[in-house]
């Protein structure tokens, strides 16, 4: 009773509540507590100012050559001003950059009203599925040109940032469709088509990408009959889908397997064949329970996407390292990196924080 | 008055389910067939026109090239066969000190992650979002090109204590050289072992039958350090460490671990350790805090309740998603193409395909290879699975 509060004795201890409370429970609630905070406060103090001075304090932010550099100690983000829009767009011709631009604002624009929660579902659900079908086209038109007067431009001319989101992008369009079938093909009826998507699954998922990546770069020649000849993202791209889709359709079949086997029942009882009880009752509630590990794919196919160096095609990754090897940019690889990886980490962490979001505002009762 | 007689009308046969199921599939398995058979002839096609032979007879012909790092006797002179052995010792190499290293770092991290002390959660949590999210490859890039090429030439090299050097050249370690004696140790440590096993039955025995406990887990530890430590200092310390030397302009002697290798086992252990610092977390809290507080209300003190309560119910949880990482790690490490380690892809796949331009056979072994790992551990995770699977009424 010596530490309670002399006038209220009906509050708890001064000691156990407000900030100093909170010190004491969170920090120093025992020795060993006490030791870890000690542990924990010298390891940021060992990294925390060297971090900070290299990336803000000694860094050099202003300039056009790596001379500007060399008087402080610090990063030179200088490197990233000057090779900024290659990494961006690649070899992208400067001319024709606008046409990039043009696609990201378009796709903003009709994405945004999906994002609107006042806007009905039903009209989500059919602008969504419109979206999917004719951006990917326009965009195509807009990036290769050749069509209403734009110039052509080669696909291995695109490159940085843009060729990371166009594989990623691809690859997700694709593989979730592709992985649903799958994942339906494995957990059907019918002994030929469950062998048939088993092995299928099974194959890329016991193979690393980079030799599927090979595997499209090297073999898919020997493949097609003489004379086709496929562009090289094109064949990173069905390397790409194809794999990611094997691990799909095991995220998807772990939600049908979810499903009580009543709504398959109620939806027979209801004289739906199988394709309206998928589509109706049964995919509905599945992929929502998948979420999560759908945008985990999602996720990964992203960081993935920096494979494709490998054979040759320069994302942003590849723009990033290539920029780093050049004779007058030596020294900056740290910088170069770092940014990259600034850059990846942005769009990961978003993309989980918003399947965290989109979970918590699916979550319709069940809950216990 | 005309009776309504209903005369059930006969669907068509094509509205019949069994017929539908059969015809789909006889329609999938003759598309793969056809579709198979087209590559095949393709195949076949411009392997004559490239004038390639196919077939694995070139496994026995000479390499004609080094290989940085090799854990059996290689050189120039040696057939491809051999490379393919080098390489895959290479490849279950850097996974397995990757398997050990991030499992360390990972179960540490995950626990941290769940510390009563808010800076040190935090510190973990800002660890996993971190490198969960950064590409496996940019990083390993950043310890390669950014880290690991910035330090010095070897005669000005980073030394600890004088035993071991970090230079551009490598990490460079004193060489266990095993001496005669050395036997001896061996069969102690193997006798140690047996001695555990029937320690271990005899104690579970007495415990079921006299309820009495024996701390069987220090006596073995017990056991397994110290008979092996006395009989290696009986026979007379028969182990010595040769230490690295700088001789011209390198170093002699020594364990050298390669920066190649380096980075690439830093970066798979640092970007695994996250993912099993999460599945470590998850798996923890998955046994609920009522577990807990029966197992004290029963007398059993914090210990034996992690040991005999948590543990045994959180690693149910645990292993099937952790050997899953352990898969990944193995897979990633295929990755070292990118810095030129040795390992399966690089060596195999990569150089010595394009030496001989033998595209399918190399592709195929080295698919075969992965896809026979990936099997086998999840032959083995099914049959622990099926083992530790909750018994249902």
């Known amino acids: 009773m010596t530490d309670a509060h002399p006038s209220r004795p009906d509050l708890p201890p001064a000691s156990a509540i407000g900030a100093f409370g909170w010190l004491r429970r969170n920090l120093f609630s025992s020795p060993f507590n006490i030791a870890l905070t000690g542990l924990a406060s010298y390891l940021l103090y060992l990294t925390v100012p060297h971090v900070l001075h290299w990336a803000l304090l000694d860094a050099t932010w202003s300039g056009d050559s790596r001379e500007a550099c060399q008087a402080n100690g610090g990063a030179c983000w200088v490197f990233i001003r000057a090779n900024f829009e290659q990494f961006m767009y690649g070899f992208y011709p400067e001319a024709q950059r606008w046409r990039v631009d043009t696609a990201l604002l378009l796709l903003i624009l009709g994405a945004a009203p999906l994002f609107v929660r006042t806007v009905p579902n039903k009209f989500k659900v059919r602008w969504g599925l419109g979206l999917l079908l004719v951006y990917p086209l326009v965009a195509f038109v807009l990036f290769k040109g050749d069509l209403f007067g734009l110039r052509a431009v080669d696909t291995s001319r695109w490159g940085g940032l843009l060729l990371t989101l166009v594989i990623a992008g691809v690859g997700m369009t694709a593989a979730l469709p592709l992985g649903i079938l799958l994942a339906l093909g494995r957990r059907s009826q019918m002994p030929a088509i469950q062998t048939l998507c088993m092995t299928f699954i099974e194959l890329w998922r016991g193979v690393p990408l980079i030799t599927v990546l090979f595997m499209s770069s090297v073999m898919l020649p020997l493949f097609l009959p003489v004379g ?141 | 008055m005309a009776e309504h007689t209903h005369t059930p009308v006969k669907p068509p046969f094509w509205n019949n389910p069994e017929i539908r199921a059969i015809a789909f599939q006889v329609i999938a398995l003759a598309a793969t067939v056809a579709f198979g058979y087209y590559l095949f002839e393709n195949t076949q096609t411009n392997l004559r026109r490239l004038g390639i032979a196919s077939g694995f007879d070139f496994l026995s012909s000479s390499s004609g090239f080094g290989i940085l790092q090799s854990l059996i006797p290689y050189s120039e002179t040696s057939s ?78 980073l030394s600890l204590g004088d ?57 073995s530890l017990a056991l397994l350090l110290g008979l092996p430590l006395a009989t ?162």
């Not at chain 2, 051999?82 to 996974?95: E, M, P």
């Not at chain 2, 004696?181 to 047996?194: K, S």
Request: aromatic share 12%; with cysteine.
């Open chain 2, 163 to 219: 035993v071991v050097f970090l230079n551009i050249r490598g990490l460079y370690l004193p060489a266990p050289q095993l001496q005669p004696g050395f036997g001896w140790v061996l069969t102690a440590f193997g006798l140690a072992l047996v001695l555990v096993a029937i320690l271990a039955h005899w104690s579970r025995r007495r415990q079921m039958e006299t309820g009495q406990t024996f701390p069987a887990l220090s006596a």
């Open chain 1, 228 to 368: 086709v000849n496929f562009d090289k993202l094109l064949r990173a791209l069905i390397g790409v889908t194809l794999f990611q889709s094997a691990y799909m359709a095991e995220v998807v079949r772990g939600g049908l397997q979810a499903i009580p086997k009543g709504q398959f029942e109620a939806a027979a009882a209801l004289g739906l064949g199988y394709w309206k009880t998928m589509a109706l009752i049964v995919l509905p509630q599945a992929l929502k329970l998948v979420i999560p590990g759908i945008v985990n794919t999602f996720i990964a196919l992203f960081k993935d996407t920096s494979l494709v160096l490998i054979i040759g095609l320069f994302d942003l990754m590849n723009t990033v390292h290539n920029a780093t090897t050049n004779p007058a940019w030596l020294g900056f690889s740290t910088e170069g990196y770092v940014f990259a990886a600034a850059v990846y980490w942005l769009f990961c962490f978003g993309m989980s924080r918003y399947s965290q979001n989109l979970e918590k505002r699916l979550h319709t009762g069940h809950k216990r």
């Open chain 2, 232 to 393: 290696f200092w009986l026979a007379g310390s028969p182990l010595v460490w040769q230490v690295p030397e700088l001789r011209g302009f390198n170093f002699q002697g020594g364990l050298v671990i390669i920066p190649e290798m380096a980075s690439l086992l830093l970066s798979l252990s640092i970007y695994t350790a996250a993912f099993i610092a999460e599945i470590v977390r998850a798996g923890i809290q998955a046994v609920s805090h009522g577990q807990t507080e029966a197992s004290y209300s029963l007398g059993l003190n914090p210990t034996l309740t992690l040991r005999l309560i948590i543990l045994p119910q959180a690693l149910r949880v645990i292993i099937p998603p952790l050997t899953n990482q352990y898969l990944n790690l193995i897979k990633n490490s295929s990755l070292a193409a990118a810095i030129g380690y040795p390992d399966l892809v690089a060596a195999f796949a990569g150089t010595v395909l394009n030496q001989t331009g033998q595209a399918i056979e190399c592709i195929a072994i080295t698919m075969a290879v992965y896809l026979t790992i990936s099997l086998l551990i999840s032959l083995l995770m099914n049959a622990y699975n099926r083992r530790v699977a909750l018994v249902e009424r």
């Open chain 2, 80 to 157: 491809y066969g051999r490379v393919f052995w080098v390489a895959l010792l290479n490849t279950l190499l850097v996974s397995a000190l990757g398997i050990v290293l991030a499992t360390l770092l990972g179960f540490i991290i995950g626990i941290a992650r769940l510390s009563k002390n808010w800076l040190i959660a935090k510190l973990a949590l800002a660890y996993i979002e971190t490198f969960r999210n950064i590409p496996l490859l940019l990083q390993i890039f950043f310890w390669y090109f950014a880290v690991l090429r910035a330090v010095p030439s070897p005669r000005q090299s």
